[in-house]
């Protein structure tokens, strides 16, 4: 990926000293249809909640794509407690997908108990305000959307939104695990994380490219397994090949499921949040239903997994969005693995490969899988665990996605 070279750390330190005026409003037509188009201001106290008004771009108008999503997965009380908080900076690191020429941030306090006050915010030094103002005060459940910041953003490229918050006690809404390198900065030193803190999108004003493809998915999506700062999860790669003609935006959690709460809330329920409320969304694509399989409590019955998958489908049908899907992956070897869950996965393959689960289908498992052994990874995938792939393997999987599949044709929820 020759573009990958980022300089998050000397951006990361670099103190925001440029001013400019932020609300800035953005002729344009609205070219995609369905809730996907923006965002709005919420709180909603009930963090596992689904029930949305539909959400509209923030003091503008014109072609707004999410360049980067994270999901918001769960609150903790924040490890960076020494100190005066009130001197406290997070520079959160992101991988663009496309670029703009302007960005908007939404800022999520999901899993917080008591209101959010950011007092400062930036994107790549340039000063970020809420209706107008610098600081903002994010409800406990809720999430708000900045003014449009006036700001190159360049597509493939890292970039840093810094939050200074001085009520950052908890619970803190995070994205662990994120295989980037983040950072926290207090008048002691500046500290190293891969947490994404209370940042859960970035949109660009982008005129040019065709929408977003919103992915949602667990942690073969989130990426476990790849190098850290490499940006080699598969969505990332799949970013690379469309070239800035469509945004990617990855919603995937480590240890999701759609069926019950586990790592993050159930897909089921995060499917509005995540999904159909991403900016500009056009293409859903749905890698899910593994951890269903093997983790505890293990699904036993297929249909309930495919069922849930269809499900999925139909509430994206009736936002006008194209579905793909990828089967599930093997993974012989890892400590959850049983023969009988092995056939519970073959046959929630062989419901998505006779059609009517997805519009379209991704053989993650065909590709993935050793040809000797079909129930394992093949070898020079795997990461080492036998359920997560390497740099290698996610290459592959991100190469496998068919562009004519994303880019054409329409839902076909007649046949659903």
Do not use: C
Not at 184 to 200: A, Q, S
Not at 324 to 344: H, K
């Amino acid at each position: 990926m020759p573009r990958r070279q980022g300089y998050a750390l000397l951006i990361a330190l670099v103190a925001g000293t440029a001013a400019l005026a932020a609300g800035v409003a953005f002729a344009g037509p609205l070219l995609f249809s369905g809730s996907g188009t923006g965002r709005k201001q919420t709180a909603a106290p009930d963090p596992r909640s689904v029930a949305r008004t539909p959400a509209a771009p923030a003091h503008s108008t014109g072609l707004w794509l999410s360049t980067w999503t994270a999901a918001p997965t769960t609150g903790v009380i924040d490890t960076h407690h020494g100190g005066d908080p009130a001197r406290r900076t997070i520079r959160n690191v992101v991988h663009t997908s496309i670029g703009g020429d302007a960005a908007r941030i939404t800022l999520s306090n999901l899993f917080g108990t008591r209101p959010l006050v950011i007092d400062h915010a930036t994107v790549n030094t340039r000063p970020v305000t809420f209706r107008g103002a610098s600081a903002v005060t994010v409800a406990a459940g809720g999430r708000v959307v900045s003014d449009p910041v006036v700001v190159p953003v360049a597509a493939d490229a890292d970039l840093v939104v810094a939050l200074r918050t001085p009520t950052a006690e908890g619970p803190v809404t995070i994205h662990p695990g994120t295989h980037q390198t983040s950072y926290v900065e207090d008048e002691r030193g500046t500290w190293r994380t891969t947490d994404w803190r209370y940042l859960t999108a970035v949109d660009v004003h982008n005129e040019t490219a065709a929408g977003t493809i919103a992915v949602i998915g667990d942690s073969l999506t989130a990426g476990t397994g790849s190098t850290l700062d490499a940006n080699s999860r598969w969505p990332d790669v799949l970013a690379d090949r469309l070239h800035d003609r469509y945004a990617v935006a990855n919603a995937g959690i480590a240890g999701n499921r759609i069926l019950r709460d586990g790592s993050g809330v159930r897909a089921s329920a995060r499917f509005d949040r995540d999904v159909l409320d991403v900016a500009g969304v056009r293409t859903v694509v749905i890698a899910l239903g593994i951890n269903d399989v093997q983790q505890s409590p293990q699904e036993t019955d297929p249909r309930r997994v495919a069922d849930a998958l269809r499900s999925l489908t139909r509430r994206a049908h009736a936002h006008g969005l194209r579905v793909v899907g990828a089967t599930l992956m093997p993974y012989e070897g890892f400590r959850t693995w049983t023969p009988a869950q092995n056939t519970v996965r073959e046959q929630v393959n062989d419901l998505i490969r006779a059609g009517g689960v997805f519009d379209s289908v991704i053989d993650f498992d065909k590709t993935a899988r050793d040809p000797y052994r079909p129930s394992r990874l093949l070898p020079s995938y795997d990461s080492g665990d036998h359920l997560h792939l390497n740099d290698t393997g996610y290459r592959q999987l991100g190469s496998l996605v068919d562009l004519a599949a994303l880019r054409h044709g329409q839902p076909v929820s007649d046949q659903l």
